[in-house]
């Protein structure tokens, strides 16, 4: 079984940056195509990125274009999300997810998706 532990929150300015990490502790994490979501107070989760099993491949919600970027490095069994530009309606806990190991591409369905993380919090000031 894959099991995710996600770092990196904190607090930070409107025009920050943060860079969030998701550590696997599973010798198969190359097979995995992964996601990261977020859930703000009051408010259900929604998808914000995700990367194919070989990081030729990505994907992100309208709201982060070009603020944010998912990348992936198999050999330490690690997925990140890089969060320039912050904005206050960033503010949430945010998620990383696994696909299970025969789906290599990208999704941004929850019930694609097998494992998740216990989130980690991002606050962002104006």
């Known amino acids: 079984q894959v099991q995710l532990v996600e770092s990196g929150g904190g607090l930070v300015q409107a025009g920050g940056s943060l860079r969030l990490s998701c550590a696997a502790s599973?010798?198969?994490?190359?097979?995995?195509?992964m996601g990261w979501f977020r859930q703000a107070p009051g408010k259900e989760r929604e998808f914000v990125a995700a990367?194919?099993?070989?990081?030729?491949?990505?994907y992100y919600v309208d709201s982060v274009k070009g603020r944010f970027t998912i990348s992936r490095d198999n050999a330490k069994n690690t997925v990140y999300l890089q969060m320039n530009s912050l904005k206050p309606e960033d503010t949430a806990v945010y998620y990383c997810?696994?696909?299970?190991?025969?789906?290599?591409?990208?999704?941004?369905?929850?019930?694609?998706?097998?494992?998740w993380g216990q989130g980690t919090q991002v606050t962002v000031s104006s």
């Open positions: 997810a696994a696909r299970g190991a025969i789906y290599g591409s990208t999704s941004r369905r929850e019930d694609e998706y097998n494992y």
């Open positions: 599973a010798r198969t994490f190359a097979n995995n195509a």
């Open positions: 990367i194919s099993r070989s990081g030729g491949s990505t």
